[in-house]
RNA sequence: GCUGGCGUAGCUCAGUCGGCAGAGCGCGGGAUUUGUAAUCCCGUGGUCGCGGGUUCAAGUCCCGCCGCCAGCUCCA
């Protein structure tokens, strides 16, 4: 079968021919490469099994290289598997992918007559280390596509057919066996079921088969999974520790908001702390977005069913709005978005290529009927502020404006101090509408900004709107999940459904370029990621309270009035603790709610004229004038620390 | 919406086999006047998420709904 043709191969720098088609072990063993468990081509793992097709460099992946771990976790997904079928009968789990995820692995299954909960965790791992014990070879063998279908009816396994029917017919289609079990997979595996490392199932969940709703729904079951105990226990800890700073955890304790039952889910209720905090970000966004040329408007939450018909929400968004209100015989949406409303601002007057661009920038709160199964506190909810705007411009100023755009969105969470994110370009879907001109002016411009702002990104291929491509920046929470924040997309359809133009330079009508974007992305998942990012200690400038002031016994406070007088003249936000407590308990308190000051006042403070300072962050400041306290927060604040 | 889990005081949680609803914090009152993360005493607090069912008896068992949590799908 194989073809006798020599293909060359470099690894660790130096050069071999070998056979095409030769297995990788066999090329290590010429090489002298040791304790390799698998080697890396490009972007590709495989194993020491897998046939080595390809010239060019090979870099071994042994324990210590990090790509090792998804060796170990693909073979750990089929070490779970084939416990499954030994717990609950061959025939009777019918298997459907096995991937590796960040830090393990997962596989969905379908156990027909028994119902796998989290009770049967414990169980299954125990198989599993069973099997790990008894150190089955994993062997690889190569299928031709009438057998592999043939081999997985006989197994029952009905998802694996699928699986089968949709590789393209020139790939190889690869088997893996282990004692009894036999497993569709492309790998990479361990040579030996014993050499598997430290692992933990994790918990349990319903995926859908395929990833599509009308499917039926597997269980998903999770794994974690190290080489070590030791690094299995540290990640298991990491989760202990994120507990702590979920945001909704943090939005309770420091009282930022809350969400009542009977208000409704997803719906935020805005505590007098929270609200603090929000003006402050908002009065920032105003400011910057002042300094840029935009102009703010303000519009009403309803509109009438004309307006969503014209824009086309009822047509696409229906199932994502709250239903209709029905008054003297005109039907009213809460609106899901505010474009329509700018839109009709900007076709109040005829606007000239002179006036452009034309920046409506609004803090616009809409409804969406998201599923109750997504709403996640502040990161995912029914009611919520976007801070949202609608650049509309002439073909010519697409460059400028995303490059001002992005700029701005990148400066402001740098202000935030959000230096981790991710860049993702989204480029034409296959149902798209717009000219080819438009989509390529718009792409470019997108690629452009990033580029020239000099950052990088990914391409998600066919990944924007049907109305066109966007730019999405992803911030992480506190335990590594992406939230997108920041969007700016192009819309070739809301112009030309509501007929938008401007007169040009030649006194004709223009279809204009609109831009949606949206910095913050909304105030609440800013408000959730930046909690998370700060475990709760806002940097100075948006803590509610700045400064608290601890006078340590009665005797002090009319001293700390005054101390406190003086801060609020300087438009600090301060408070003063005159509560009947010793003065340890205060500070505890202060702590907790991880205000970034305080200020003690004793007998020595007030005879000196002195403040005696503890930082949340770094301590006992010790005594200082109220003076030299003053010019202290007030540089805090400026270079927002 | 789907799969699995959970819902007891404002918060964190205990409540055994179906047999009188508990603790700490908080909150109110009093004492105390304190030097960098909890002073002491007394008091207050409940439609056990909501509705139905089984039972002599339900926080506990069963069903439906609501909400929350982890994912899936979707998304700012």
Redesign the pocket.
């Known amino acids: 079968m194989r073809v006798k043709e020599k293909i060359k191969v470099s690894i660790e720098g130096r050069e071999f021919e070998v056979e095409r088609g030769t297995p990788l072990g066999e090329i290590f063993k010429e090489a002298g490469v040791k304790d390799a468990l698998g080697g890396k081509i490009g972007d590709r793992i495989i194993d020491l099994q897998t046939p080595v097709m390809e010239g060019g460099e090979i870099k071994p992946v042994r324990k210590s290289d990090p790509e090792s771990l998804e060796i170990l976790r693909h073979s750990l997904a089929h070490i779970m598997a084939q416990a499954l079928k030994e717990l609950y009968g061959t025939e009777k789990v019918h298997l459907g992918v096995g991937p590796t995820t960040e830090e393990g692995f997962y596989y969905d299954v379908e156990v027909e007559g028994h119902?796998i909960?989290?009770e049967d965790l414990p169980k299954i791992e125990e198989k599993m280390r069973e099997i790990i014990k008894r150190d089955y070879p994993i062997l690889r063998k190569e299928l031709e596509r009438e057998e592999a279908i043939k081999l997985f009816e006989k197994l029952k396994e009905k998802y694996k057919i699928e699986i089968i029917n949709r590789i393209p017919p020139e790939e190889v289609i690869s088997v893996y066996e282990q004692g009894d079990f036999i497993d569709l997979c492309k790998g990479p595996h361990l040579p030996s079921t014993g050499k598997a490392g430290a692992f933990k199932l994790t918990?349990?969940?319903?995926?859908?088969w395929m990833?599509?709703?009308d499917q039926p729904?597997l269980?998903?079951i999770?794994g974690m999974a190290f080489w070590s105990d030791k690094e299995l226990r540290q990640r298991l800890r990491f989760y202990e520790e994120a507990k702590k700073r979920?945001h909704?955890?943090l939005g309770?304790e420091l009282e930022f908001f809350l969400?009542d039952?009977n208000v409704?889910?997803?719906l935020v209720l805005w505590l007098p702390r929270g609200s603090v905090y929000r003006r402050v970000l908002e009065d920032y966004w105003k400011e910057e977005h002042i300094k840029r040329g935009y102009e703010f408007v303000y519009t009403p939450h309803v509109g009438k069913s004309k307006l969503w018909e014209i824009s086309g929400h009822l047509e696409c968004y229906k199932p994502?709005m709250f239903p209709a209100m029905e008054m003297e015989g005109e039907e009213y949406y809460v609106k899901p978005m505010n474009c329509p409303f700018h839109i009709a601002i900007y076709k109040s007057k005829v606007r000239s290529y002179k006036e452009l661009p034309i920046k409506l920038a609004e803090l616009g709160t809409v409804y969406?009927y998201?599923?109750?199964?997504?709403?996640?506190?502040l990161?995912?909810?029914?009611g919520?502020t976007?801070d949202d705007a609608h650049i509309i411009c002439t073909p010519e100023q697409v460059d400028d404006v995303i490059r001002d755009t992005l700029d701005l969105a990148l400066s402001m969470l740098k202000d935030f101090g959000f230096e981790d994110f991710k860049i993702y370009i989204s480029t034409k879907p296959e149902d798209a509408i717009g000219s080819e001109e438009q989509w390529e002016v718009s792409e470019n411009a997108l690629k452009k900004a990033v580029e020239d702002l000099g950052y990088t990104y990914e391409i998600d291929e066919g990944g924007g709107a049907f109305y066109g491509p966007k730019i999405?920046v992803k911030i992480r929470d506190a335990?590594g999940?992406l939230?997108?924040?920041s969007?700016i997309q192009f819309d070739f359809n809301l112009p030309e459904r509501f007929d938008m133009t401007y007169v040009g330079p030649d006194n004709k009508k223009h279809r204009p370029y609109m831009i949606h974007r949206?910095l913050l992305?909304?105030i609440?998942?800013f408000t959730g990621i930046l909690l998370e990012h700060y475990a709760g200690l806002l940097p100075v400038w948006l803590s509610p309270t700045q400064v608290r002031i601890v006078p340590?016994?009665?005797?002090h406070v009319d001293y700390g009035r005054k101390v406190l007088e003086v801060l609020q003249r300087e438009g600090f936000r301060a408070d003063i603790d005159e509560r009947?407590?010793?003065?340890?308990?205060k500070?505890?308190e202060a702590?907790?709610m991880k205000i970034p000051f305080?200020l003690?006042?004793?007998?020595?403070?007030a005879e000196s004229g002195t403040v005696?300072v503890?930082s949340?962050k770094e301590?006992?400041l010790?005594?200082m004038t109220i003076e030299e306290f003053v010019k202290l927060l007030k540089e805090k604040i400026e270079r927002k620390e």
């Open positions: 119902r909960t989290e918990s349990i969940s319903g995926a859908y990833g599509r709703a729904q269980t998903r999770y979920d909704r955890k309770r969400i039952e409704g889910a997803g994502n969406r998201e599923m109750s199964g997504v709403l996640h506190g990161m995912r909810v029914r919520f976007q999405d335990i999940r939230w997108q924040c969007t949206a992305g909304s609440e998942r340590i016994a009665d005797r009947d407590e010793r003065m340890n308990a500070i505890r702590e907790l305080v003690v006042v004793g007998d020595r403070e005696s503890r949340k301590g006992n010790g005594s």
